[in-house]
Every structure is written in structure tokens, then in C-alpha cells.
């Protein structure tokens, strides 16, 4: 069974930075590639960041220059550094693998941008 467990989220000012992370466990032989959604209220789920087992990155253009995606093969993670935080950014974060052509999500984890 495999099991994604994201956490960093927060509440943080506008300009503020943020680092989430998400730890993958359960039957893993390999991970293909490694993801970040969000869903702010009242949307849809849109892809923030995507990195590939060959560690190339692609990120929504809302982000580009903002965010960092990363990935940690040894410990079976993926981060997400945020930084330059507007209140835009608010939503509920979600960590995404994909492993032998299947996706595995996170529970979320709730990021608010405010003052």
C-alpha cells in the first residue's frame, strides 16, 4: 500500500516563504515522476510543479521563479519551496507520484497567504 504524507503547510504573509514536503511509503520499485497540484477555494485542481525521474521540472507559469520543485530519491521525497508568497498562492496543496503508470495522492495539506 502505498502512502504519500505531505506536510509544511501554514499560514504565512504575503512576501513569506514556505517548504512542503511529502514522504512516499509502502511498495515502491520506482517512481516515474513527482508533483505538486493545489486547489484554491472555489477551483479546480491545477498542476503547480512536476519534476521527472530524470530531474527535469516543469511549473505552471503563475509560479515560474517563485517556486522550486525538488526530490530526494534515497528518502522517497518530494519539496516544494515557495517563496515570494502572494495571497494567490492560498490553497490546499497536494503532493502527486506516479509509480508503474499509477498516481498516488497526498491528503493535502492547507497553505493561506495573509496578513
Known amino acids: 500500500q502505498v502512502q504519500l504524507v505531505e506536510s509544511g503547510g501554514g499560514l504565512v504573509q504575503p512576501g513569506g516563504s514556505l517548504r512542503l514536503s511529502c514522504a512516499v511509503s509502502?511498495?515502491?520499485?520506482?517512481?516515474?515522476?513527482m508533483a505538486w497540484y493545489r486547489q484554491a477555494p472555489g477551483k479546480g485542481r491545477d498542476l503547480v510543479a512536476v519534476?521527472?525521474?530524470?530531474?527535469?521540472?516543469n511549473y505552471a507559469e503563475s509560479v515560474k521563479g517563485r517556486f522550486t520543485i525538488s526530490r530526494d530519491n534515497a528518502k522517497n521525497a518530494v519539496y516544494l519551496q515557495m517563496n515570494s508568497l502572494k495571497p494567490e498562492d492560498t490553497a490546499v496543496y497536494y503532493c502527486k507520484v506516479r509509480i508503474r503508470l499509477i498516481d498516488y495522492w497526498g491528503q493535502g495539506t492547507q497553505v493561506t497567504v495573509s496578513s
Open positions: 519534476i521527472g525521474s530524470s530531474g527535469i521540472t
Open positions: 509502502g511498495s515502491i520499485f520506482s517512481i516515474n515522476n
